[in-house]
C-alpha cells in the first residue's frame, strides 16, 4: 500500500543533491520486456525463421537463465525447436527484445529525472541505454551490465541477420562490453563502473533502488556481487535506502537484515504509473517538490489509486 508517508519520504530524496539511483527493469517497465516476458519475444522471432538446426545447441547461461530446462517428455515440437536455437541466435535475439528504436520523446520512466537536482548518478543495470539516451546529458550514468548493441537493429537487414544467426550459427561480435541475462562471473564488481560509483557513493545523501531484484532467482541473486557491492557501500556510509517497486517488502526485510538498520523503506508504486502522475504535477505545479502543501499530496496519491483502479 502507497501512504502518505512514502510519499514524503520518496519526493524528499528525488529532491536530494547528488542522490544515488540503482535502476533496475522495473525502471523501464511499459516500454521493454522484463526477463521473464523475454522468452515469449525470443520464441515468436526465432520461430518466423522457419529453418532449424538438425542437433541441439551446446546449453549456456544464457540460454538456462531465459528459456530454462525443457520437460523430459514435451510434446509440444516448436518448444522442442528451442532448443536447437544456437547461441549466437539467442545472443542477438536477446538484444533485440531488449531494444527500442530511438525517439525525441522522453518517456515519463526517464522523464521525471529531468526534474531531480543535477547531476544526480544513475547506477543502470538495464542494457536498454535508455537512461544515457534520456537522462545522459543532465546526469551521471554508469552502466556497470552494459548495454545492447543497438546498431544491429537500426539497419535495413535485420532479418536477414537473424536468418544468418540461425542458418549459418553466425555470431555477430559485440561492439561494447555487456553481460546478457545471466549470473556475474567471479571479480566482476571490480570493473571501472563499480569504481566509479564507489566514489561518487561518497556524495550520495540517499540511495534510491528503482524496479531492481538484482536477479533473484528463488533464494538467490544473479546480480549477487552488485548487491554485496551496494550493501558494501551503504555500510560503508550509512544512509536511507529507498526500494520503489510493486511489491518492495522482501528486498527491503533483506537489505535491512544485511544492513542491520531499520532506515530501509519500501515505496510500493509501479513505476510506470506513479512516475507519469508525479511528472504531470511537476509540469503543472508552480512550486518546487519541497514546497508542495499536503492538498498537492493529497491529490498524488489520489491520481495514482485512481490510476490503478482504472486497469
Given amino acids: 500500500m502507497f501512504r502518505r508517508s512514502d510519499l514524503h519520504r520518496f519526493l524528499w530524496a528525488i529532491s536530494q543533491p547528488?542522490?544515488?539511483?540503482?535502476?533496475?527493469?522495473?525502471a523501464s517497465y511499459g516500454l521493454i520486456p522484463v526477463t521473464t516476458d523475454l522468452r515469449k519475444v525470443i520464441e515468436t522471432e526465432y520461430h518466423s525463421v522457419g529453418i532449424y538446426p538438425a542437433v541441439r545447441a551446446p546449453r549456456s547461461a544464457l540460454y538456462d537463465r531465459l528459456i530454462g530446462k525443457m520437460a523430459p517428455y514435451e510434446l509440444d515440437v516448436r518448444q522442442q525447436l528451442l532448443s536447437h536455437m544456437p547461441y549466437g541466435a539467442l545472443d542477438f535475439l536477446v538484444q533485440r527484445a531488449l531494444w527500442l528504436p530511438k525517439s525525441a520523446h522522453t518517456p515519463p520512466q526517464y522523464g521525471l529525472f529531468e526534474y531531480v537536482p543535477a547531476p544526480a548518478t544513475m547506477f543502470n543495470f538495464n542494457l536498454d541505454g535508455l537512461a544515457s539516451l534520456h537522462c545522459g546529458l543532465r546526469h551521471i550514468v554508469l552502466e556497470p551490465h552494459g548495454r545492447i548493441d543497438d546498431v544491429w537493429f537500426e539497419r535495413h537487414d535485420?532479418?536477414?541477420?537473424?536468418?544468418?544467426?540461425?542458418?549459418?550459427?553466425?555470431?555477430?561480435?559485440?561492439?561494447?562490453?555487456?553481460l546478457l541475462p545471466s549470473p556475474e562471473p567471479d571479480g566482476f564488481a571490480l570493473g571501472r563502473p563499480y569504481a566509479n560509483a564507489r566514489r561518487l557513493f561518497q556524495e550520495a545523501r540517499v540511495l534510491v533502488i528503482v524496479g531492481y531484484s538484482f536477479g533473484q532467482r528463488g533464494d538467490t541473486f544473479d546480480d549477487g556481487l552488485s548487491?554485496?557491492?551496494?550493501?558494501?557501500?551503504?555500510?560503508?556510509?550509512?544512509?536511507?535506502?529507498?526500494?520503489?517497486?510493486?511489491n518492495p517488502s522482501e528486498l527491503v526485510e533483506r537489505l535491512q537484515d544485511r544492513l542491520s538498520t531499520y532506515r530501509v523503506f519500501g515505496i510500493d508504486?509501479?513505476?510506470?504509473?506513479?512516475?507519469?502522475?508525479?511528472?504531470?504535477?511537476?509540469?503543472?505545479?508552480?512550486?518546487?517538490?519541497?514546497?508542495?502543501?499536503?492538498?498537492?499530496?493529497r491529490r498524488l496519491l489520489y491520481d495514482y489509486e485512481a490510476s490503478l483502479n482504472r486497469l
Avoid: M
Avoid at 547528488?18 to 522495473?26: D, H, S
Avoid at 548487491?227 to 510493486?246: A, G, I, N, T
Avoid at 508504486?269 to 492538498?295: K, N, P, Y
Fill in 158 to 178: 535485420y532479418q536477414n541477420l537473424l536468418e544468418a544467426t540461425v542458418t549459418y550459427e553466425l555470431r555477430l561480435p559485440h561492439l561494447s562490453r555487456k
Fill in 269 to 297: 508504486v509501479r513505476w510506470e504509473i506513479f512516475s507519469a502522475i508525479l511528472l504531470g504535477t511537476i509540469r503543472h505545479s508552480c512550486d518546487s517538490i519541497s514546497r508542495w502543501g499536503e492538498s498537492t499530496h
Fill in 227 to 246: 548487491y554485496d557491492f551496494l550493501v558494501c557501500l551503504v555500510k560503508r556510509r550509512p544512509c536511507p535506502v529507498l526500494v520503489v517497486s510493486p
Fill in 18 to 26: 547528488r542522490t544515488f539511483y540503482v535502476l533496475g527493469a522495473g
